[in-house]
């Protein structure tokens, strides 16, 4: 035997796999649905087929990539809805909106909330809890980072005046609704017919009163404001997606305390307000548009009478809530 031959015993044996190959599935037949609540990794997905709800998990191609409630997705697998059957989300189509927060206003990370959205109802409390508007700001902002059309939804209005809370909004032109406990709501149903409407609100405003009176049968749960603190207690644990008689969706989520904007930009915010937009145009390079911003153009249209005094002051002051000031 030879040397080549003799050392040959100890080669290791090749490998013997298949090549790997760039096909991909198509999932051609795969379903379209919406997510409508997520659980502990197992996503409820509304297929309007059928008008039949359908059980999910995340397919292992998806990686890191995150689905949250209002995606549209493909289902592959078992979507029949049936008892006991899991289908796979196998893609996520394309977001027209997404609604996003970041812990708080030191941390960059932005947490997605609700994808495909049209609308932010805040709601808002005149009394029995004391209205924070501060916290009414920072919905503001998030709303027209994520493209969405603001509603102020005022509950309580039997308990107090909500006009002094109007006319700090006016200037925005934000539009809203006054509610109160066994009331008429159908201003507020004709503000949510055939929208996606996202619910938001610090506990104890009563969210799941209003969402209970809108759609017989939700029975979310309801809770009484700390009579010492002022503070709600959490009812709604998850954000759900429910169908509204008549046309549209509600997405109700979970009180919320505190809001983090550090992921939204200023320059991005002025867009939302075209008038001043425009007159932002003419401001130095990296103009803040705040209040101590030099030279800025928002200043010198208000003197000249070309910008309304209080709209500048309102925008300012979602700049301020912007940056953890207000």
Same mark, same amino acid.
């Given at each position: 035997?030879?040397?080549?031959?003799? *050392?040959?015993?100890?080669? &290791?044996?090749?490998?013997?796999?298949?090549?790997? %190959?760039?096909? @991909?599935? =198509?999932? !051609? $037949?795969?379903?379209?649905?919406?997510?409508?609540?997520?659980?502990?990794?197992?996503?409820?997905?509304?297929?309007?087929?059928?008008?039949?709800?359908?059980?999910?998990?995340?397919?292992?191609?998806?990686?890191?990539?995150?689905?949250?409630?209002?995606?549209?997705?493909?289902?592959?697998?078992?979507?029949?809805?049936? *008892?006991?059957?899991?289908? &796979?989300?196998?893609?996520?189509?394309?977001?027209? %909106?997404?609604? @996003?927060? =970041?812990? !708080? $206003?030191?941390?960059?990370?932005?947490?997605?909330?609700?994808?495909?959205?049209?609308?932010?109802?805040?709601?808002?409390?005149?009394?029995?809890?004391?209205?924070?508007?501060?916290?009414?700001?920072?919905?503001?902002?998030?709303?027209?980072?994520?493209?969405?059309?603001?509603?102020?939804?005022?509950?309580?209005?039997?308990?107090?005046?909500?006009?002094?809370?109007?006319?700090?909004?006016?200037?925005?032109?934000?539009?809203?609704?006054?509610?109160?406990?066994?009331?008429?709501?159908?201003?507020?149903?004709?503000?949510?017919?055939?929208?996606?409407?996202?619910?938001?609100?610090?506990?104890?405003?009563?969210?799941?009163?209003?969402?209970?009176?809108?759609?017989?049968?939700?029975?979310?749960?309801?809770?009484?404001?700390?009579?010492?603190?002022?503070?709600?207690?959490?009812?709604?644990?998850?954000?759900?997606?429910?169908?509204?008689?008549?046309?549209?969706?509600?997405?109700?989520?979970?009180?919320?305390?505190?809001?983090?904007?550090?992921?939204?930009?200023?320059?991005?915010?002025?867009?939302?307000?075209?008038?001043?937009?425009?007159?932002?145009?003419?401001?130095?390079?990296?103009?803040?548009?705040?209040?101590?911003?030099?030279?800025?153009?928002?200043?010198?249209?208000?003197?000249?009478?070309?910008?309304?005094?209080?709209?500048?002051?309102?925008?300012?002051?979602?700049?301020?809530?912007?940056?953890?000031?207000?």
């Amino acid at each position: 035997m030879s040397r080549y031959d003799e *050392e040959a015993r100890y080669d &290791r044996p090749k490998r013997r796999t298949r090549p790997r %190959t760039k096909d @991909r599935p =198509s999932y !051609d $037949d795969a379903v379209t649905g919406f997510v409508i609540t997520r659980d502990r990794g197992r996503y409820t997905c509304w297929v309007e087929p059928g008008d039949r709800v359908v059980t999910a998990m995340k397919a292992r191609q998806l990686g890191r990539k995150g689905v949250i409630v209002g995606d549209q997705v493909k289902l592959d697998g078992d979507a029949s809805g049936d *008892e006991g059957t899991l289908a &796979r989300i196998v893609e996520v189509l394309p977001r027209e %909106t997404l609604l @996003r927060r =970041s812990a !708080d $206003d030191d941390d960059p990370v932005e947490r997605p909330l609700v994808a495909n959205a049209d609308q932010l109802v805040i709601v808002v409390a005149v009394a029995n809890p004391e209205p924070r508007t501060g916290l009414i700001d920072r919905f503001l902002v998030a709303a027209y980072d994520a493209g969405l059309r603001p509603l102020l939804c005022l509950t309580k209005t039997d308990l107090a005046d909500p006009d002094p809370l109007l006319s700090i909004y006016r200037p925005l032109g934000v539009e809203s609704v006054a509610t109160h406990q066994n009331g008429d709501l159908s201003e507020l149903r004709d503000q949510l017919r055939n929208r996606s409407s996202v619910l938001v609100g610090h506990s104890g405003v009563g969210k799941s009163t209003l969402v209970n009176a809108l759609i017989p049968g939700a029975d979310r749960a309801i809770g009484v404001v700390n009579e010492v603190t002022g503070r709600g207690r959490h009812t709604s644990t998850s954000t759900l997606v429910l169908r509204l008689p008549g046309g549209g969706w509600i997405i109700d989520t979970p009180g919320i305390r505190s809001f983090g904007l550090a992921h939204v930009d200023s320059d991005k915010l002025i867009h939302a307000f075209p008038d001043l937009a425009d007159i932002a145009g003419d401001c130095p390079r990296g103009c803040t548009h705040t209040a101590d911003a030099p030279d800025c153009a928002l200043d010198e249209a208000v003197a000249e009478g070309r910008a309304d005094a209080d709209r500048v002051a309102s925008f300012r002051r979602l700049l301020a809530s912007r940056e953890g000031s207000a």
